[in-house]
């Protein structure tokens, strides 16, 4: 924050009680304890406090140094409001007679951990489904509670929470996706300031980015003009996870900037241009490495370090930088302390070659093989 006014500075309770002292005549009893001191101390404090609460309501003014629901207002004044939080959705495999049907809205469950004291996540199924002859049947489910905590590995769904006769386990086959939390005072600022300091306007390429990122859930955004030739426009979306969006945040941002598709102007975007929003293309990175590793460490704690170095080098590439680098994943390897060293490295096959991202594709990680 840049300095404060000289009326805001030094305003301490003792350096406001000494300068209200020094304005009493020198032949008065000013010591601690006497009636001037008394009378003057209660006056210094609430001085003080008030200067404190001046400077906190200076901060609150700028939308660099505010924060909660005062950085909502500012930057409400330039149209641009804090995300909700998004559910995460996924699929569960019902087992059971054949011939059952689960109906839409039946609640599953990850088990509470009584331990971790961990509880339990729930989530609906949003359609109906059918065992087949085999007993089995996969439905959509969708988190009943919105936020980051809905995203799960796969296999721990195991929980019906809603019996259903007939049914006898559950299990979600993937990974559930696509749940985001409120956003956060850092990324509402951060597209706050992308807002005013780089304005879209006409439906230029500034404006489509700033479109998709109002969008719940959305992670990221590309927008490709003329996509498919002229009066055209693509954009592609990613989760809050940096993977492709799921089909409900394509579908609202789908609707929100042009629900039509016809070039109606029906949504955010001009009359004219023919927009059409799309999930990135996920490109898995497979690694593939011999190590030698430090005595007492196993392989898969050492795997589960190198998918983490991984996983977080790829999001930061995701829409920002068109390179996945041989370099940089073998950097990943020798900065974890377990891996004394490494040989026959392979990405996607290719020992020393670096993958090249292209427009509306994004790196995620693939299969990670570790030998000795």
Request: charged content about 20%; aromatic content about 6%; overall charge negative.
């Amino acid at each position: 924050m840049a300095e404060l006014p000289l009326y805001l500075q030094d305003q301490t309770e003792a350096r406001i009680m000494q300068r209200m002292l020094d304005r009493v005549p020198s032949d008065i009893d000013k010591s601690e304890g006497s009636f001037i001191w008394d009378a003057e101390a209660p006056a210094a404090f609430m001085l003080s406090e008030a200067a404190v609460w001046a400077q906190q309501l200076l901060a609150r003014g700028f939308a660099s140094t505010t924060y909660g629901e005062y950085l909502d207002l500012r930057a409400a004044e330039h149209g641009v409001t804090r995300r909700p939080a998004v559910a995460a959705t996924g699929e569960v495999r019902f087992t059971g007679e054949p011939g059952r049907t689960v109906p839409a809205g039946t609640v599953v469950a990850t088990p509470a951990d009584e331990y971790s004291a961990e509880a339990s996540m729930e989530y609906e199924t949003t359609s109906a489904v059918t065992l087949d002859e085999r007993g089995e049947g996969t439905a959509p489910i969708r988190a009943l509670v919105p936020g980051r905590a809905g995203v799960v590995p796969a296999g721990v769904i195991q929980v019906m929470a809603t019996p259903v006769s007939g049914v006898t386990a559950v299990m979600n086959p993937e990974a559930t996706r696509g749940g985001a939390d409120t956003e956060s005072d850092e990324l509402l600022l951060e597209r706050f300031f992308s807002q005013v300091r780089n304005q879209g306007t006409s439906g230029n390429k500034a404006q489509y980015l700033k479109w998709a990122g109002e969008v719940p859930g959305v992670g990221g955004a590309q927008v490709e003009p003329l996509w498919q030739g002229p009066g055209t426009v693509g954009i592609y979306l990613l989760d809050a996870d940096k993977r492709a969006a799921n089909e409900e945040i394509i579908a609202a941002a789908q609707a929100y900037i042009d629900p039509t598709r016809d070039g109606q102007g029906e949504g955010a975007a001009p009359a004219g241009p023919v927009v059409t929003v799309m999930a990135a293309e996920e490109v898995p990175i497979d690694i593939r490495v011999k190590l030698t590793l430090a005595s007492g460490v196993t392989m898969v704690e050492v795997k589960k370090k190198i998918e983490d170095g991984v996983r977080a080098y790829l999001k930061q590439l995701a829409f920002a930088d068109p390179l996945v680098r041989f370099t940089r994943i073998a950097a990943i390897l020798l900065d974890i302390p377990p891996i004394i060293d490494y040989a026959e490295l392979t990405v996607n096959g290719n020992s020393d070659t670096n993958l090249e991202i292209y427009t509306g594709q994004v790196a995620v990680l693939g299969a990670v093989d570790v030998y000795e």
